[in-house]
């Protein structure tokens, strides 16, 4: 483990009080807010059980709040017994049945809406469905599905019956995808015949009969919704119809009762900093915080059009698109492909035509159309949006200016979420109505979550602005219950240090003089520059900031001297192609560096690309980077990196 503090070089002073016009709209006060801080730190697992209470329907009460005998295998709400998929729909039915729960858009512009009735008609004769080709309760279900309707659908059904699914992104190849139904066992595989992404048909059904081609014994059925309509073989003795399978199924079903830590659903992480993991998430705590932070961070109202763009591949997409939204009554917005797609206004466009009111999406996205210039989103009516957020990555300050000005048009508060795959649902992050924002913090920990930033001694930095480990020192009802099949890497990964009792999120963080939380990048990536330690995010952002980058990323290199060197990947802006070196941008950027942040900061190397190397979630992969900085050859897996020809660029090979 690091020694010393990691210290922080970013100077960001703006800061963005909400409204007044905001906050006498929002549900949360400053006063309301202020009591649930205290009574969570007053007894924090007495506010977890009155929050529970007061959210979730219960089939029976539980009779204990939290179980801490087998820690870190925290069980929260023990003996209580609910159905995740009856707290999103059948709840709804008695005042809310013709409310709009889904309008969906598909990327050729086909548009439905569907409201909670017949939603919950789908989900249920879908859910009959699966129990007829035999899956039940505790089976898993993989679901490799375009972001469609259907996609919810089987996910709540799944729900419903108390079958596990697991979600895999429709993008991953054969290969992702064979690991993973692999390493779940899965008895069904939902699948599409294809998807519309990007203007091209993706062929879900056939990635997945090559992932299915060898091994994967364990899958009996596999279940193909027709979206496309392009050609697909089926197999007559594994594949059905979702139709086909739908025939003759009653339009209601039962709603299955679990217990409160039954698993709801497992899915791997994007894999940023190594082999993807397994996370399982348990049904009632998991469903509580999906609740709580709509309620406190998306401020969510009946009136709203809430709009996550994330897949469900993702967790994302999971709290804030299959269960958060349906969990509380609200209408959402479902758009199947990529904002680029007739151009790179779809996004506003989509917002426009449908009265987007909540807007959430990543900061690689708002990089990306941040790009493609002001005029684009100029050009359409932005006036219904009220609140804007982000996920997914430190987002620079540069990019969160943009967004706030031009997405925003300095109306809208931005809540920047800190969270993870393992949270299950926001952590970290501004309560709109009342949090001043600054750009680039997440800002401040939601009630009931004890976030801290520590040393190697699980000691916490009191000094303003230290960098150190990001930690959470009490569990949280949505928190992780384990990596699927392998409790020993759970163990090993999140409870490594601090005597088990506090979570490693794997991030570093710094706390400036009000107590806000900067992440400053993976524990992984931390530099150590002439025994300065270093984040990554903060030299990433400097370099952002100058005119003519559009992204960066930041690696160490080994050096004599130092110990390591900062070497940095820059996309420029105006999709200026592979450069290389240019001597006279990197003097440039050089000067900038150690003007913005100082000297030590300063790239020894710049490489320039037109990309840098995601996942598919978008987030960049600097271990990637790390190798080829240092002249390697890459080992590792990559099996979620989106763009593997870029690898090749970045090695000067293509
Ligand atoms: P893997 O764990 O496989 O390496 P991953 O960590 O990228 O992949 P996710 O669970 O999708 O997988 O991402 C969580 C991580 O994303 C966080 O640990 C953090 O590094 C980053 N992150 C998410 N939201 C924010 C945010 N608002 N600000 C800064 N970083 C964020
Ligand atoms: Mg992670």
Redesign the pocket.
Same mark, same amino acid.
Do not use: F, H, L, Y
């Given at each position: 483990m690091a020694q010393d503090n990691i210290e922080s070089t970013l100077l960001e002073n703006r800061r963005f009080p909400p409204s007044d016009a905001f906050t006498r709209s929002t549900r949360m006060q400053a006063q309301t807010l202020d009591q649930l801080y205290d009574k969570a730190a007053a007894d924090h697992e007495g506010f977890w059980g009155d929050m529970a209470r007061q959210e979730i329907d219960w089939f029976k009460p539980f009779d204990q709040v939290l179980d801490s005998d087998n820690a870190p295998f925290y069980r929260w709400f023990e003996n209580g017994e609910l159905n995740v998929s009856y707290n999103c729909l059948d709840r709804q039915l008695e005042t809310n049945a013709d409310k709009t729960a889904i309008i969906f858009e598909g990327e050729p512009g086909d548009v439905e809406h569907i409201s909670y009735r017949e939603l919950y008609q789908k989900v249920c004769i879908f859910a009959n469905a699966l129990k007829n080709q035999g899956v039940s309760k505790g089976d898993r279900v993989i679901i490799y599905m375009p972001m469609i309707t259907e996609a919810v659908v089987a996910m709540q059904a799944c729900a419903r019956i108390g079958a596990i699914h697991s979600v895999v992104f429709g993008g991953f190849s054969a290969s992702a995808l064979k690991d993973r139904i692999e390493d779940t066992s899965a008895k069904m595989v939902i699948t599409a015949d294809g998807g519309h992404r990007g203007g091209k048909i993706i062929t879900l059904k056939e990635t997945a009969d090559q992932a299915l081609a060898e091994g994967c014994d364990s899958v009996e059925t596999v279940i193909v919704f027709r979206r496309c309509g392009n050609d697909i073989t089926m197999q007559a003795d594994r594949d059905i119809w979702w139709h086909d399978a739908e025939k003759n199924q009653p339009e209601h079903c039962p709603a299955q009762a679990m217990q409160a830590s039954d698993p709801l659903f497992l899915l791997y =992480? *994007? $894999? *940023?900093?190594?082999k993807?993991?397994g996370i399982q998430h348990a049904s009632a705590g998991y469903l509580l915080n999906a609740i709580t932070t709509m309620r406190w961070v998306f401020d969510i109202q009946s009136a709203d059009v809430f709009w996550c763009t994330a897949d469900v591949g993702?967790?994302t997409g999971h709290t804030y698109v299959a269960y958060g939204p349906l969990a509380t009554g609200s209408t959402m917005v479902i758009y199947e492909g990529v904002p680029t797609v007739p151009d790179a206004g779809r996004f506003w466009d989509v917002c426009a035509r449908h009265g987007v009111t909540i807007f959430y999406t990543a900061p690689t996205a708002i990089r990306a159309l941040m790009k493609a210039g002001d005029a684009i989103p100029k050009s359409y009516d932005l006036s219904r949006l009220r609140l804007l957020g =982000?996920?997914? /990555?430190?987002?620079n300050p540069e990019a969160w200016m943009w967004y706030h000005e031009v997405i925003g048009q300095s109306r809208c508060p931005i809540v920047? =979420?800190?969270?993870? =795959? /393992?949270t299950g649902a926001h952590m970290i992050a501004p309560v709109p109505g009342v949090t001043v924002t600054k750009p680039g913090s997440?800002t401040k920990a939601l009630p009931g979550i004890d976030a801290a930033v520590v040393n190697e001694n699980g000691e916490e930095i009191t000094q303003a602005n230290q960098g150190g480990f990001l930690v959470i020192r009490k569990p949280w009802p949505s928190m992780i219950q384990t990596i699927w099949g392998d409790d020993q890497r759970y163990k090993d990964t999140y409870w490594p240090y601090f005597d088990g009792k506090y979570y490693l999120? $794997?991030?570093s963080a710094r706390r400036d003089e009000d107590g806000y939380f900067w992440?400053m990048g993976?524990i992984d990536d931390v530099l150590n520059v002439s025994g300065h330690r270093l984040g990554t995010m903060e030299i990433e952002s400097a370099l952002v900031a100058h005119q003519s980058v559009a992204e960066a990323a930041v690696v160490g290199k080994p050096h004599d001297i130092k110990g390591e060197s900062v070497f940095a990947y820059v996309v420029l802006k105006g999709n200026r192609p592979d450069g290389g070196v240019d001597e006279a941008m990197t003097a440039e950027l050089r000067a900038w560096v150690a003007d913005q942040i100082g000297p030590i900061a300063k790239p020894d190397d710049i490489r320039y690309a037109d990309n840098l190397p995601k996942?598919r *979630?978008g987030?960049i992969m600097r271990r990637l980077l790390r190798t080829i900085a240092k002249g390697e050859q890459i080992t590792q897996d990559t099996s979620t990196l989106e763009n593997e020809s870029i690898l090749l660029q970045l090695q000067g090979k293509a």
């Open positions: =992480t *994007s $894999g *940023s900093t190594g993807p993991k993702w967790i =982000t996920v997914g /990555e430190p987002i920047d =979420t800190w969270w993870q =795959t /393992e997440c999120a $794997g991030d992440i993976r996942t *979630s987030k």
